[in-house]
């Protein structure tokens, strides 16, 4: 059963390599919030110190003291200090970077726990039957937890390296009591239980995906830190309020509408109010949408009206207008008095290869036989004529068409009952 182990990074076991003594993870960088160290082949870092992060299941890691004298490398697979008993890992990262990550994730020095030793042939049989117990587990305990009828969901479970704990994710949007729960899966399952509430966006992460961008999910991938997202987010950037458009696999919002949120707000910093119309000779013309970056404003003199015809103005012109308005002055057009001649961009799309369509190289072919044919007619008209000209001057008259009786005639001799006779004149 290998699928197991893709969700500890894994595409294939871990495997035992005799001639340097240990085991580890061959797929190494394949995982869920995988990070490049880059300071990886500088030799004899002053700075790296004993510090390790090794990573779990999904997206589960955690920072250890490496203190057994032993070097370690990515890809290691070791068992740490768990509570109770030991957990098993892979090595994600070493060295300075270990420092900066701690920094990061606001993780205290003072409570880091243990590196015990690289991983035996032992440690890795018992975490390997831990993981192969995880997808019957996860049943049963979603079959129990329906039975007893308690609103929530379990997402996920996690098995530690001796089989001696077992932790359950779920979710739920109300306070959930789960004593009699607890109860049941320790009679079932025969091992210590503790559950963890988290939310979708974590959910989403530990599950994985791919996302409307054709890219693994942000949230499996590389974003651990989880920001509130609000549709104004949406609105700064001028994007339509489509809830199937703006929710991800998780049922939230998109993480990605935070990316480019400050950009928009620092370009929108000198743009008028749109909820204020301009007021003209015509009558108001209120604002339809916005293009940030091109600063430019279309407005229309239909309220809510798709349909409606769409002036586009410069933000100075629309600007210049409300000062106008301000000040009592109607505009009496709102192209002319813009002072500039606004045109829609016109793309002019060019092939740059220079292939119009797939039968281009037939059309060339029948051009060039309609092209001869087409010389033949007339070199053949030309000298037939020249002929009939000169028949006529001599007073000759031929047959054209003498010789193509003769091949008739001889066609028809051919094909007469007798020749399939053989040599009757011979004997006669």
Known sequence: MIDQYITRGCLIKPVENAEEDRIWNVCSGCNKMDVFNWLETIPDNE???????????????GYFINNTGQPLFKGDVVAVEGSPGHDVGIVSLTGELVALQMKRFNVPVSNLKKI????????IEKWFQAIEKEPETIRLARQIATNLELDMKISDVEFQG????????????????????????ADCFKVRIEMKQIGARQEAGKVGGIGTCGRELCCASWVSVFASVSTSAARYQEMSLNPQKLAGQCGKLKCCLNYELKC??????DFPDTS???????????HSKTDVYRRMMWYSFEKDNENANFIPLDVDVV???????????LVEDLVSNSGIQIKEPVINYQNAVGEDSINRFEEKRRKKKKKAGKENRETGENRGSGENRGNRESGEQK????????????FREDRTPDRFQPNRNKKN
């Open 47 to 61: 700075f790296a110190g004993n510090m390790v992060e090794v990573r779990f299941k999904n997206t589960r890691k």
């Open 319 to 329: 600007k210049e207008i409300i000062r106008l308005n301000r000040q009592g002055i």
């Open 116 to 123: 015990y030793r690289k991983a035996k042939p032992n440690d």
């Open 264 to 269: 928009y707000i620092d370009a929108q910093a």
């Open 276 to 286: 204020k119309p301009l007021e003209t000779v015509q009558g108001k013309a209120y």
């Open 162 to 185: 001796d089989k001696t704990k077992a932790t359950f994710y779920y979710i739920s949007d109300e306070r959930v009591d789960f004593r009699q729960l607890i109860k049941e899966y």
């Open 399 to 410: 047959e054209i068409r003498k010789p193509q009786e003769n091949v008739e005639n001889k």
